[in-house]
């Protein structure tokens, strides 16, 4: 997948719309919706920073972020819903079922069986609803 870049002239919340539909696609978008009625200031943030900031930034692949960020949820623990996003997300940027597996039972070394567990039970619900392709 590709790295982002910082387009002439585009601002913070334009770059963090494209990465994150690009990165999270429809999974994402549902989030955003969900805070319009609470937060819509807090959606601004998440396209701005997380997104239009670190996600944009040229020094790792998107791969390789979602690794990072998969490993993370899996470890807090506490995080499920956001984990299942960056699933999907993962899927979105190449990362197999296998590798998503290996990376969450990973985490038992670090975080602990518990840890590990609700993440393998996380990626088995986001796994059912994208099934692997067939080679």
């Known amino acids: 997948m590709t790295q982002h ?13 494209r990465a994150l539909a690009e990165i999270d696609g429809e999974a ?3 989030v955003l919706a969900s805070l319009a009625d609470i937060a819509p200031d807090f959606a601004s943030y998440v396209l701005e920073f997380p997104f239009g900031d670190i ?3 040229p020094g790792l692949d998107l791969r390789a972020r979602e690794i990072a960020t998969i490993a993370a949820l899996t470890a807090m623990g506490n995080a499920a819903p956001q984990l299942k996003v960056h699933i999907e997300a993962g899927l979105n ?3 197999t079922h296998d590798e998503i ?3 969450i039972m990973q985490m038992a070394v670090y975080a602990g069986f518990p840890a590990a567990l609700n993440g393998l039970f996380a990626a088995k ?3 059912a609803r994208r099934p692997a392709p067939r080679r």
């Open 5 to 17: 870049h910082h387009s002439v002239g585009e601002s913070r919340l334009e770059r963090g719309r």
């Open 28 to 30: 994402g978008e549902k």
């Open 55 to 57: 996600y944009s930034r």
């Open 93 to 95: 940027v190449g990362l």
């Open 101 to 103: 597996t290996e990376i």
């Open 125 to 127: 619900e986001v796994f």
